[in-house]
C-alpha cells in the first residue's frame, strides 16, 4: 500500500506531476474539531476529486484514494456550485457493472464544475463505492433499451446542455470545455467529440457519422492517426453513438431520440432533422473521449436491416427520390453479396421487407421540424453539408 500511494503522489492520473492537493495556506485538518463542518474531497491517482464520499480507483480494482477532510467553515476553503447545473451527463446502464464503473470513475475524477451525472439503470446496481451522494441514479424498465434509457435521462436532466456516454467510455480532464465553448454559436445544436479506441489510443474510431443517400452510414476518420493534425472542426452528419453533446431544448424539440430506429441508427435519425432544419452538428477536435468497439452492442443481423430500411424511407424523399432510390439498390444488393459469405443473407432481406412494411405503413408520420420552433440564424445555411455523397 506504501508504494502503491508513493506512486500515485508522484504522478497524475494521465501520468502528469502531481500538484498540491490544496492552496498552501489551507490549515492542517488536524485543527477540525467536532462539530465542524466537513466536506470530504479526496486524491485519485495524484487529482483532487471535487465533493465525493468515495471514489476508488475502480478501473485497476484496488482502493488507491486518500482521505483529505477539508472543512467548509473554518478548516478549509470552500468548493461551491451553482444551483442549476450547466451540463448534465447522461449515463444508460444496460448491465455491464465493469463497463458502468470505468466511466464513472473517470467522470467523477475529470467532470467540470457544476454539472450533474444521472445514470439511468435497465437493470439492478448496487452502489458498492457509495457514490449516490455524486451521482443521481433512475430507475428505468428492465427492458428499455439505450435509446429509453438515453430519452430517460435527458427528460429528467436540469441543465440547459446534456451529454450522452454510454458505459465504457472514459473521458480526459478538461473534454467539455471545448463543447461548452462551441455550443456557444446558437446555430450549432450538437457537438460530436473524437472518440479514441480506447484498445489503441493513438487511433480514431470516429470523428463523427457520415449517411450515404443510398442508407448506409459510415465512422469518419476511423483507423487514422489522432494526433495527425488533419482532424478539423467542421460539420458533421451525427455523432459516434459513443459520446455526444447536445442542446436539451432542441432534443425536446426533435421529440426525443427515436426508439424504433435502434440504438446506432436513432442518432443518425437526429442528426438528418437538425440539418434539414438548419441547425449544425459539429465535430470539436479538442473534445476527446476514449471507447473501445465493443461499448456498442451490434443488433442480429434482421435486426440492422429492419432498422436501416426505415430510416432509408423515412428520408429519401427529402434526399432525392431518384438518387436514394438508385444507390440503395446497389447498396442492398452488395449486402446481399456479402450476406453469402456469412450466411446472414436470408435474415436481412427479411429484415428489409418488414422494415419497407413498416415504413410504408407510417409513411404519413414525420419528425416535427425544430426549426419552426428554434429558428437559426440565416448563416446557418451558409455552412457545407454534412452527408456523404
Known sequence: MDSMNRESSAHGSFGKPRTSAFPSTSPDRRSCKLGDR????????????????????????????????ASRASCGPSFRRSIVARLAIIIPHLGDVSALEDTLASVLANR?????????????????????????????????GPVLAMNLGIRLANA???????????????????AFRRMLDPRIAAVAPVVLDSGTPSRILAAGVAYHIGGSF???????????GRTRCRPVLAPYPAAAFYRKSTWEALGGFDPELGD???????GLALEHSGLLTVLEPRCRVRASRRCLAR?????????????????????????????????????????MLDLSVAPRAAGRLVGLWLAMKRRSRSRRDPGKLLFPPAAAASMPSSRAA
Open 299 to 339: 443488433a442480429s443481423p434482421f435486426r440492422q436491416a429492419l432498422e436501416s430500411e426505415q430510416l432509408f424511407w423515412r428520408w429519401a424523399g427529402r434526399l432525392g427520390r431518384g438518387r436514394s432510390l438508385a444507390a440503395h439498390a446497389l447498396m442492398v444488393v452488395g449486402e446481399a453479396a456479402r450476406g
Open 264 to 270: 446506432q441508427l436513432a442518432w443518425i435519425d437526429a
Open 112 to 144: 467540470p464544475d457544476d454539472c450533474e451525472i444521472i445514470v439511468v439503470l435497465s437493470h439492478p446496481y448496487d452502489d458498492p463505492y457509495e457514490v449516490k451522494g455524486e451521482v443521481r441514479f433512475v430507475a428505468a424498465q428492465p427492458d428499455d
Open 38 to 69: 466537513i466536506e470530504p474531497t479526496y486524491i485519485h491517482a495524484g487529482r483532487r476529486l471535487r465533493q465525493g464520499r468515495f471514489i476508488p480507483c475502480i478501473r485497476s480494482g484496488l482502493t488507491n484514494a486518500i482521505v483529505v477532510l
Open 160 to 178: 440547459s446542455l446534456v451529454h450522452v456516454l454510454r458505459c465504457g467510455v472514459e473521458v480526459e480532464e478538461g473534454w467539455a470545455d471545448a
Open 218 to 228: 459510415v465512422p469518419l476518420e476511423a483507423g487514422n492517426e489522432a494526433n495527425s
